[in-house]
C-alpha cells in the first residue's frame, strides 16, 4: 500500500500576498480555484515539484488569525530542499527573503534558517548527499 503526504496547511492573512510572496520563493502557483467570492483553492509549490504542495488556507476566525505566522509554536515549520545551496540562498537574499542567522554546515549538509512573510520559520537544507 503507498502512501504519501500531498498537502499541507499554511495559514495566511491574504491570498495574493501569499502568492506574491511564495513567488519570490521561486514556487509556483499550481491551482487557484476560486470556490466562493471569499475563498480560493491555492495550492502552490517549489518549480517543478507537484507530489507535495502547500495548500495556502485564508485565516478566517479568531483563533486561525492568532495562529498565522505561529504553525509550529516559534521552531521550524517547514524544510526547504535545494540541490544548490548557495546559488539559492543569494536568489533569496536577491529577493529581500529575511535569514534569522548565517548559513552553517551541519553533518547531514548545509543549512540556514530564514522566516516567510509572517513570521514562521523555514530551514533552507542541501544534504551532504547531494554535496558529495
Do not use: C
Not at 25 to 39: A, I
Not at 65 to 91: C, I, M, N, P
Amino acid at each position: 500500500m503507498a502512501q504519501s503526504l500531498a498537502l499541507t496547511s499554511f495559514l495566511v492573512h491574504d491570498y495574493d500576498e501569499a502568492i506574491t510572496f511564495f513567488k519570490r520563493l521561486h514556487f509556483e502557483v499550481l491551482e487557484d480555484t476560486r470556490l466562493s467570492p471569499e475563498k480560493r483553492w491555492i495550492r502552490v509549490a517549489p518549480q517543478g515539484q507537484s507530489s507535495s504542495a502547500l495548500l495556502l488556507a485564508r485565516a478566517v476566525t479568531l483563533e486561525q488569525q492568532t495562529q498565522v505566522g505561529k504553525q509550529a509554536g516559534g521552531r521550524v515549520a517547514f524544510f526547504l530542499h535545494t540541490d544548490s545551496f548557495w546559488e539559492y540562498y543569494d536568489l533569496l537574499q536577491d529577493n529581500g527573503i529575511r535569514f534569522v542567522e548565517a548559513p552553517r554546515k551541519e553533518p547531514y549538509g548545509m543549512v540556514v534558517v530564514f522566516l516567510d512573510l509572517y513570521g514562521n520559520r523555514w530551514d533552507l537544507v542541501e544534504t551532504q548527499a547531494t554535496t558529495t
